[in-house]
């Protein structure tokens, strides 16, 4: 069974602070990671990895994949209350012409003032 | 960017009905398409994953009979909840992947807030 497993679970910190969420997963078949933030309705993308080691970034936000150690971080510097959500991260595998996302069950992140 | 679009938005009906969910891909095909549930402050649990010209692979736990997927075209998949009870209300989200031209990803619909009186 594929699993994915995100921590913290829930993390509180004060704006201007940085911030790292953990995923790690045992999957088979592996393709991709990907993470998300949602806040009110549907999942906004953030990131795709699939390679190791090459950091990807946007704005405030990076993100990496280690192939080796199962896992990925994303982190999110200079927080801002704006950033307050809960963060996806979610496995894509596949099995000959069919895919599969796994989730984890999110980090939710508060940014206070 | 890719756009995927999720009708309607919000549904009511009674007891016992079945309510149709379309999720359209509409600048990108997509041969795989996926079903996720949401409850609240909960991550996405995924339903099921939708493949264009071929029945729905359904995750543990999901009744094939009860949640009917139909991905009839490379931009079209409909989920249908049959003979929906209370317990059925709830988030229902759709995604699509474009291809890697298009950037890769998943690209999610706005989903669709289901309530069964």
């Known amino acids: 069974e594929d699993k994915v497993v995100q921590s913290p679970l829930s993390l509180v910190v004060h704006e201007g602070d940085t911030v790292t969420l953990n995923c790690s997963y045992e999957?088979?078949?592996?393709?991709?990671l990907l993470w998300y933030k949602q806040e009110k309705k549907a999942p906004t993308f953030l990131f795709m990895l699939?390679?190791?080691?090459i950091e990807k970034k946007s704005g405030r936000l990076s993100s990496i994949l280690d192939k080796k150690e199962l896992s990925s971080i994303l982190n999110i510097t200079a927080t801002q209350t704006g950033d307050s959500a809960i963060y996806l991260c979610a496995v894509l595998t596949s099995g000959g012409s069919n895919y599969k996302l796994t989730f984890g069950k999110g980090t939710l992140l508060t940014v206070n003032p | 960017g890719a756009v995927v679009s999720q009708h309607p938005s919000r549904v009511i009906c009674k007891s016992g009905t079945s309510v149709k969910i379309e999720c359209r891909s509409l600048d990108f095909q997509a041969t795989t398409m996926f079903w996720y549930r949401q409850f609240p402050k909960q991550s996405l649990m995924l339903m099921a994953t939708?493949?264009?010209?071929?029945?729905?692979?359904?995750e543990q736990g999901v009744e094939k009979d009860k949640f009917l997927i139909n991905h009839a075209s490379l931009t079209l998949s409909t989920l249908t909840v049959t003979s929906a009870h209370p317990e059925d209300s709830s988030f229902y989200i759709c995604?699509?992947?474009?291809?890697?031209?298009?950037?890769?990803?998943?690209?999610f619909g706005n989903g669709t807030r289901l309530t069964v009186t």
């Open positions: 939708s493949n264009e010209g071929s029945k729905a692979t359904y």
């Open positions: 995604s699509a992947q474009p291809g890697p031209d298009r950037g890769g990803g998943l690209h």
């Open positions: 699939t390679s190791s080691g």
């Open positions: 999957v088979t078949n592996f393709r991709s």
